[in-house]
């Protein structure tokens, strides 16, 4: 697959999602730093992407005296000229305003989705808005319809995030599904670029809830300890399958912290606890877990960009899957109750 060949040899595209119109354009000085610190060790083609929506030039006409699409268009080239000319960026190529026709954030999406896949990018790169006098982030409705309906890996970043020189310590949160070892292995093959790079390997265990209720049933006061049993067989579990992980990163030269923890907090509080813990520069998560566990696109990601002190990175697999069920039909076994096992 195109995203995980040799980084010597293969351009990294990045797609910046970017609005010309925002309050103040010192929202994107941190995502600027954390495009600088992603681009280290990879050959990178950066492209700012805005996307033209007619139904909202009434909303900015009043203020900028535009009242065609044509002057719109023209509003917006001469402010991202502007924007880029200050900027020493690596691998920044030339602004592009996009049509987007219906006029909707999801078709905006749609159409990002089309364009990301006729440029085979790898990344697309979007900011969020932290509102004054809130301690909480609050994502705009682009970045929050990206999150849900993107095909490519998003890094969210807010103005408030604390950037660093380098995102040598990656915490990636997992539930050990195939579609996070998928996950696992497209991070891998990235932050190995990084110099010194480490990925913490993170995995909270849920709460079996019914086996709990059907224990406290059949044999009345027991189920604390049934509990207290079942998590313990569990984090024995996730500790084996995070060691076969572990090794296989440290095969492909990323060396791995394994944390496993005992169910304390919802899971969006607990990564992010965890992160800030570990002092992790990065937090990337899988958009979409086993059929079994809770799914990991929308809430989660959602709450742990609104919280996290650091850029968070959302991957999807939709391509590796595919080409797991490639597999399948080819009749290649693989062994998809050890996802452990390098399947790409």
């Not at 000319?85 to 006029?103: E, R």
Request: proline residues 4%; contains cysteine; positive net charge.
């Amino acid at each position: 697959m195109a995203r995980l060949n040799n980084k010597a040899t293969k351009k990294v595209k990045i797609l910046w999602a970017f609005d010309p119109f925002v309050e103040s354009e010192k929202i994107y000085s941190n995502t600027v730093k954390a495009l600088k610190v992603f681009s280290i060790g990879k050959n990178v083609e950066i492209y700012p992407i805005y996307f033209l929506v007619p139904n909202e030039i009434d909303l900015v006409a009043a203020t900028l005296e535009i009242f065609s699409l044509k002057s719109y268009k023209e509003a917006a080239e001469k402010k991202m000229r502007k924007f880029f000319s200050k900027i020493n960026l690596k691998g920044l190529m030339k602004p592009q305003i996009l049509l987007n026709p219906v006029g909707s954030k999801r078709s905006a999406i749609i159409e990002l989705n089309k364009f990301s896949k006729k440029m085979n990018a790898d990344f697309v790169f979007t900011s969020t808005h932290a509102r004054k006098g809130l301690a909480r982030y609050f994502l705009g409705s682009f970045s929050e319809t990206l999150l849900l309906k993107s095909i490519t890996p998003v890094i969210v970043v807010s103005p408030t995030n604390k950037i660093t020189g380098s995102f040598q310590r990656t915490l990636f949160a997992t539930d050990f599904s195939v579609e996070s070892f998928l996950a696992f292995q497209i991070l891998v093959k990235e932050v190995k670029d990084w110099p010194k790079a480490t990925v913490i390997l993170f995995h909270q265990t849920s709460l079996a809830v019914d086996p709990i209720i059907s224990s406290e049933l059949y044999a009345p006061g027991r189920a604390y300890g049934f509990m207290e049993e079942y998590l313990d067989k569990v984090k024995d579990f996730s500790k084996r399958e995070a060691k076969k992980w572990s090794r296989w990163a440290e095969n492909e030269g990323v060396q791995v912290e394994i944390c496993i923890q005992n169910f304390s907090d919802r899971t969006s509080d607990a990564i992010v606890k965890r992160a800030k813990k570990s002092k992790a520069t990065l937090i990337a998560l899988a958009a979409k877990t086993g059929p079994k566990a809770a799914v990991l696109i929308g809430s989660i990601p959602r709450q742990i960009v609104r919280q996290a002190a650091v850029p968070v990175w959302v991957l999807y697999t939709h391509n590796e899957v595919k080409q797991l069920k490639k597999i399948k039909r080819d009749k290649i076994r693989v062994d998809l109750k050890n996802p452990h096992f390098p399947i790409i």
